[in-house]
């Protein structure tokens, strides 16, 4: 994965993912810390990359993009194309419409983007539920405000979500 992590961190380096402010210091430090936590909850190296590049097409919850939907040739270049898959899926996330949908063992993703509607591989969803833990967590830890605003909420996401999280993911949440 040494190669991947290097051209993913030089890649969002050149998008200016170290000069984006995000809760923490910098948009590129909170996607360093997101990958430390799914290396730490023993994710694979895919989704550890798609961790690390989660924000590059923006996310419903971080209006920007560091890459255009057209450069996503880029991005699997950097990332290779299963991490990049996941990264699209996470970008692309209808959050008001997936949410609701995380308890159920099939879940359907709707699109941002196109408004399509699709059930992912169950690999999919995992890894994008475990980003998401991931994510929230490293959020509400440097951002007290957004943690006693979104905390309730995001515990019982996590709570709903625990049948595609990993048992240390599952945990880390219990205890925070």
């Not at 699997?76 to 996330?93: D, H, K, R, T, W």
């Not at 833990?133 to 515990?155: K, Q």
């Amino acid at each position: 994965m040494s190669g991947e992590l290097e051209r993913a961190e030089a890649l969002l380096v050149e998008t200016g993912a170290g000069e984006l402010p995000h809760p923490g210091g910098t948009l590129l430090a909170h996607l360093r810390r997101v990958r430390e936590l799914l290396a730490e909850w023993g994710a694979p190296a895919p989704v550890q990359l798609a961790g690390l590049c989660h924000a590059a097409y923006g996310t419903d919850g971080f209006g920007v993009a560091l890459l255009d939907l057209e450069e996503r040739a880029r991005l699997v270049e950097a990332i290779g194309p299963a991490a990049e898959s996941l990264v699209y899926l996470y970008g692309s996330c209808d959050r008001s419409a997936v949410y609701p949908r995380l308890d159920q063992s099939e879940v359907a993703f709707t699109d941002r983007f196109t408004g399509a509607t699709t059930v992912p591989a169950e690999w999919l969803v995992r890894g994008f539920v475990e980003i998401t833990a991931a994510n929230e967590l490293d959020v509400v830890t440097h951002n007290a405000e957004l943690a006693a605003e979104h905390g309730p909420a995001l515990h019982e996401l996590m709570r709903r979500a625990r049948r595609h999280l990993s048992p240390a993911a599952a945990a880390r949440w219990e205890a925070t």
